[in-house]
């Protein structure tokens, strides 16, 4: 497995790989906005090996000024991964239930935070049991890990700089169309999109079954939504789901491992904090 395996693996892959004499290291972030959480989902049942850890504890800071899910202090995640037996050189997979939006989330912060040897789980959860995987409830005791996060070394926003991006660039909203759109908004203080941002909801990455459209289908979706060669950057309401269009900017092939797509991380939670940003509506 290597950083530039599409950043996706089959399960048939994923099988071949966890046979071999250097299986991946897998980690579990099974997460639901709203609830359950994701830890119970886990203990009924999981990869075998596979270690869960917490979206809102492991792969984010406590909420607040920075939004619903801040990045992580580097310390604390490096103590979370290395708790989780992630090791220095060493390959990670990482799953979801099903569409990898919350995956890209693990994806995302280990490749931030300087280990590029990791790939999400084409279908989660889901694709594992439609395909016969073996699942466990048996909780393991990996041996630490050595994993040393080197925080920056994917592109990162501030809200002035999703702002520019917007207007000099492409800037992709995550979110439901309904959200963008500004016609509800049932978690963060106001309603509505950074001014400029086109709406590129995580839902268009993939099929009916959860699994992942084919490169050339995500390439010509961006297409249609203007990307086009300019900088582009992806926000959502929390700087989660967003992390999927990073990831599937370079499934498609419109982006690479060295030339990542920016992520505005603290997204629509952090924005529309601000009364003094202002919050476009409708479908432009």
């Known amino acids: 497995m290597s950083a530039n395996s599409s950043a996706l693996v089959s399960t048939a892959e994923l099988v071949s790989l966890l046979d071999s004499g250097h299986p991946p290291v897998l980690l579990d972030v099974r997460w639901r906005l709203g609830g359950p959480p994701g830890r119970e989902d886990y203990a009924a049942g999981h990869l075998p090996g596979a270690v869960f850890l917490d979206l809102d504890t492991d792969l984010a800071a406590p909420p607040g000024d920075g939004g619903r899910h801040p990045l992580p202090r580097p310390d604390d995640l490096q103590a979370a991964l290395r708790a989780a037996g992630v090791r220095t050189g060493h390959p990670v997979v990482v799953y979801d239930a099903d569409n990898g939006s919350v995956a890209a989330r693990a994806w995302w912060l280990l490749r931030w935070a300087g280990h590029n040897d990791v790939a999400v789980l084409d279908g989660g959860y889901a694709a594992w049991v439609a395909d016969d995987g073996e699942s466990s409830t048996v909780v393991p005791s990996p041996e630490p890990g050595d994993v040393e996060v080197r925080a920056g ?25 309904e959200r963008y759109r500004g016609e509800v908004e049932p978690i963060d203080p106001r309603a509505g999109h950074v001014p400029g941002a086109v709406n590129a909801p995580f839902s268009g990455h993939t099929g009916p079954d959860g699994r992942w459209l084919a490169p050339t289908e995500l390439a010509n979706h961006f297409a249609d939504l203007g990307v086009d060669g300019r900088p582009v950057g992806a926000y959502c309401g929390s700087g989660v789901t967003a992390s999927s269009v990073v990831l599937a900017l370079e499934v498609a092939g419109v982006t690479s491992p060295d030339n990542p797509a920016a992520l505005y991380a603290g997204s629509w939670s952090h924005w529309s904090r601000d009364p003094n940003r202002p919050a476009a509506t409708g479908d432009n």
């Open 153 to 177: 070394a994917m592109p990162v926003l501030d809200a002035d700089e999703a702002a520019a991006l917007a207007v000099d660039g492409v800037l992709l909203d995550a979110r439901a169309p």
